[in-house]
């Protein structure tokens, strides 16, 4: 996924954003009451500058949450640069646990064998939820008769058994047209891929091979708008900023159709494709003050940022565990 848009609306954002918890301070050093001393946990002084390096990698629909709250605190702390690499959830983990980033971006909960991985580099880390997705199939715009799909459809779509049998739209159900199908999705890194095909067929990482793979969200879009018969799958909050271009289906896991929305995703009634997204964060870097007032920073100021980069917020039990794994980072 591309995160240009998103950054550039992050960055449009970034001044009101710093002008209103500025303005909530009352402080005139230029230090907000969002920072990262005031969130809690944090041993930067009020008006202290840092600086260094941080390196994130992983989720391509994480990524540019990252890269939006790290835009937002380059308005407080400028010579502190965050980079933000997208080799897909299974890539950054990779990285992580060979030590070579700070923080790993994840559509996906770390797997056992990556933490094995990780426990015997020595690797020790602490898991942070920082806000939720709709993972959303879409459509070609010319779809006019799948509005809603079931669960058992999408699967007898994507399910291995399927290469090379389920050709056309009218092998999926009677009904509908003798249309091509032209599948696109996230590659096999992609943590993404690895929610889909767990939730929808049953095992993770089992998936027909026949489909238009990549890393890139916005080949999954050209894909799926350039071919009636088009159907992907992404973040929703990507959908949302390709909605000129796509329709997004229902979806039935049993209980009728729900469309894939901020309200539904926050209140799980979106089964089973809502799913949480995480931040891992490596205990021994949080230890260097630029990285734990990143932290501090950006799990402090989690909804505003997640509002403004166009994500699914917490809600306020999540928000409240999130505040509670940050805290334990002041003692690791």
Do not use: H
């Not at 009218?170 to 767990?198: I, Q, R």
């Not at 166009?310 to 039990?317: D, M, Q, R, S, Y």
């Amino acid at each position: 996924m591309t995160s240009g848009q998103r950054r550039l609306s992050a960055v449009a954002a970034s001044a009101a954003f710093i002008a209103l918890v500025a303005a909530c301070g009352g402080s005139g050093n230029n230090q907000t009451s969002a920072s990262p001393g005031a969130s809690g946990g944090g041993e930067q002084q009020a008006g202290q500058q840092l600086s260094g390096d941080i390196k994130s990698d992983g989720s391509s629909t994480v990524g540019p949450l990252t890269t939006a709250a790290s835009e937002f605190f380059a308005e407080e702390q400028p010579k502190v640069r965050v980079s933000v690499g997208t080799s897909g959830t299974g890539g950054g983990f990779e990285k992580f646990c060979n030590g070579e980033t700070d923080i790993s971006n994840a559509s996906r909960p770390i797997k056992d064998e990556e933490k094995a991985i990780c426990d015997s580099k020595g690797v020790a880390f602490t898991e942070l939820t920082v806000a939720t997705d709709a993972l959303t199939v879409v459509v070609n715009k010319e779809n006019d008769w799948a509005k809603c799909l079931t669960t058992d459809q999408l699967k007898k779509i994507w399910e291995p058994a399927a290469q090379g049998k389920v050709k056309t739209w009218k092998d999926v159900d009677a009904k509908f047209p003798a249309e091509p199908l032209a599948l696109a999705g996230p590659g096999t890194d992609s943590g993404t891929f690895d929610y889909f095909t767990d939730e929808i067929n049953g095992e993770e990482g089992a998936s027909r091979k026949d489909y238009s793979a990549s890393e890139n969200d916005n080949d999954v879009v050209q894909a799926v708008s350039g071919a009636k018969g088009g159907l992907g799958y992404f973040g929703f909050t990507y959908y949302e900023e390709n909605m000129d271009k796509l329709n997004a289906v229902q979806v039935d896991s049993g209980k009728g159709c729900v469309t894939p929305s901020v309200e539904a995703a926050q209140d799980g009634s979106y089964t089973p494709l809502a799913r949480p997204l995480f931040v891992y964060v490596k205990n021994e870097s949080a230890k260097r003050p630029e990285v734990k007032a990143f932290i501090d920073f950006y799990s402090g100021n989690i909804n505003k940022i997640a509002t403004d980069a166009k994500f699914i917020p917490l809600n306020a039990e999540q928000e409240g565990k999130l505040k509670t794994a940050v805290q334990s980072l002041s003692g690791s």
